[in-house]
């Protein structure tokens, strides 16, 4: 059915609510932040604009960068360690220590992990068996 009154501004918001209800689930199903949806009436109220915008989800805090934790998750198996090991945490001593990564350029100590205390090291993918390996109590 053809309308052919102007745009009411109680339309518009109840436009404007139906797309957000309408979008917002492609939002969660990419993993992404949808940020606001807008919309704008013309000034003879012929006509509607709705826009939305997106975006990438806030990284959390990490003292790895992002190509060390993509490195991790792509490489940790052919240093006999498992991609989902990242961000698992282990005690050892004093302190517990969380898996932030992978450094390839260091095949010896070449896992990034923050210690408890903040503080960043590289240890061996063995010693990281180890403690998180199948056998690991």
């Known amino acids: ?42 000034k003879d109220a012929e006509n509607v604009a709705v826009n939305a915008r997106f975006s990438l989800t806030p990284r959390p805090d990490s003292v790895a960068s992002l ?13 006999g360690m498992r991609g989902a090991w990242l961000g698992k945490e282990f005690k050892r001593g004093n302190f517990t220590y969380k898996v932030a990564g992978l450094k390839i350029s260091a095949p010896t100590r070449c896992v990034i992990l923050e210690r408890s205390d903040g503080a960043r090291c590289q240890e061996n993918g063995k010693l990281i068996v180890r403690y998180l390996g199948e056998n690991a109590a």
Not at 11 to 37: R, T
Request: aromatic share 12%; with cysteine; net charge negative.
């Open 1 to 42: 059915m053809p309308r052919f009154e102007p745009f009411t501004e109680e339309l518009c918001q109840q436009l404007k609510d139906e797309v957000e209800a309408a979008i917002a689930p492609l939002a969660e199903k990419y993993g992404i932040c949808l940020d606001f949806v807008k919309e704008s009436c013309s």
């Open 67 to 79: 190509k060390e934790e993509n490195d991790f998750r792509a490489y940790a198996e052919s240093y």
